[in-house]
């Protein structure tokens, strides 16, 4: 729980190009990071992460929180609001 609170603000995350070849250098300094502050070896896969620190890959947050956004302005039922996501999505 605290490594979320304290060590996973990704607001503004929806507005990122998620096919920027930097998103992967984001996720192995994030991998490594958690590695480093759970007292893991440097050479522990990826795949337990997840499952030790309760939470989703840092690719697959980043995807749900955009999907969440968008999804959220194409059904809002703020005229405006939802037009705006009408246009991203379209």
Excluded: Q
Excluded at 34 to 58: E, F
Excluded at 63 to 76: D, I, K, L, P, W
């Amino acid at each position: 729980m605290l490594l979320r609170l304290y060590c996973s603000d990704l607001y503004g995350c929806v507005w990122w190009d998620l096919s920027h070849s930097c998103i992967e250098d984001i996720c192995i300094a994030w991998r490594k990071g958690l590695r480093r502050a759970l007292g893991l070896p440097r050479r522990t896969h990826s795949a337990s992460l997840a499952p030790v620190t309760d939470s989703l890959p840092l690719r697959d947050e980043l995807f749900c929180e955009t999907a969440m956004f968008v999804s959220n302005r194409v059904y809002s039922e703020n005229s405006i609001v939802s037009l705006h996501g009408v246009y991203l999505v379209g």
